[in-house]
């Protein structure tokens, strides 16, 4: 069964990093294919964020650039995210991605948010 597996999505303050993490069954994890992240912001279409092309070089949307790195390690089957100088711009669900073998797999995604607010506690008074 192939499988992609996210991590690493969190709530983080404007400026700040985080790592996503995505875990690939080795069934697919080649070099010849395309792999990358996606994500969708509320209201939004799903956009391309970064890529490895099937010839191995990298690739990534305008507005990620110099702040985005996509890297992967074939040893343990699993590609990374690292996001630096986070905007609430970048707020969003975010995909692993991967297209081989005439097939398209999707992992079950994780969220990113970037805001300056918490995310909130609930407080319910009851009589």
């Known amino acids: 069964q192939v499988m992609l597996v996210e991590s690493g999505g969190d709530l983080v303050r404007p400026g700040g990093s985080l790592t996503l993490s995505c875990v690939i069954s080795?069934?697919?994890?080649?070099?010849?294919?395309?792999m990358g992240w996606y994500r969708q912001a509320p209201g939004k279409e799903r956009e391309l964020v970064a890529t490895?092309?099937?010839?191995?070089?990298?690739t990534y949307a305008d507005s990620v650039k110099g702040r985005f790195t996509v890297s992967r390690d074939t040893t343990v089957n699993t590609m990374w995210l690292l996001m630096n100088s986070l905007k609430p711009s970048d707020t969003g669900v975010y995909y692993c991605?991967?297209?081989?073998?005439?097939?398209?797999?999707?992992?079950?995604?994780?969220?990113?948010?970037?805001?300056?607010w918490g995310q909130g506690t609930q407080v319910t008074v009851s009589i």
């Open positions: 080795q069934s697919i994890f080649s070099r010849h294919a395309l």
């Open positions: 991605n991967v297209q081989y073998g005439g097939s398209i797999y999707w992992g079950q995604s994780t969220q990113v948010t970037v805001s300056s």
């Open positions: 490895f092309t099937t010839g191995g070089s990298r």
